[in-house]
């Protein structure tokens, strides 16, 4: 099964909080079957527990210790706001323009996490993700992050 498909972005959304960002990210992997739907309130537990805000207008909500057993198959969705959602505080704004949901099997989230990390390091990739107009824009500057 592939970790990345184009069903799996949704380009253009509009979310005005962190956790709408992270239910839309939860939701895009449970309609793709990786994950169950509980899975969704432990990746919401663990950005309560430590964000999941990676600098570079990124953030990459995932599951807790808990929640491995409600992962079918690694997976990954992609949410792209434009608009930005501010993943920390009003005092200390982190604003967040791509969202990636992430589900591994064992230790396949941490490749995962680890590749998008990396890969979004160089903000001019991030600039990618963030002005693409089509899913096969994304896919296509992913390809080989998964």
């Known amino acids: 099964m592939e970790i990345l498909k184009k069903e799996n972005i949704r380009l ?8 709408e960002a992270i239910r839309r990210a939860g939701e895009v992997l449970v309609e793709a079957g990786y994950v169950e739907e509980k899975y969704i309130e432990e990746m919401l537990q663990r950005e309560e527990n ?10 990459i909500p995932h599951g807790t210790e808990n929640s491995k057993d409600m992962i079918n198959h690694s997976g990954l969705s ?14 200390d704004e982190k604003i967040v323009t791509v969202v990636f949901g992430i589900a ?4 396949e989230h941490l ?4 590749n998008i990390a990396i890969y979004c390091s160089e903000i001019e990739n991030v600039v ?6 089509t899913e096969e824009e994304i896919l296509a500057a992913l390809e080989g992050v998964e």
Do not use: H, R, W
């Open 12 to 19: 253009n959304q509009a979310v005005l909080t962190k956790e």
């Open 50 to 59: 430590l964000t999941t805000y990676m600098g570079n207008f990124i953030a």
């Open 78 to 91: 992609v949410i792209q706001i434009p608009g930005g959602v501010n993943f920390g505080t009003e005092k």
């Open 104 to 107: 591994g099997i064992g230790n």
């Open 111 to 114: 490749d995962i996490l680890s």
């Open 128 to 133: 990618k993700l963030a002005d693409a107009t």
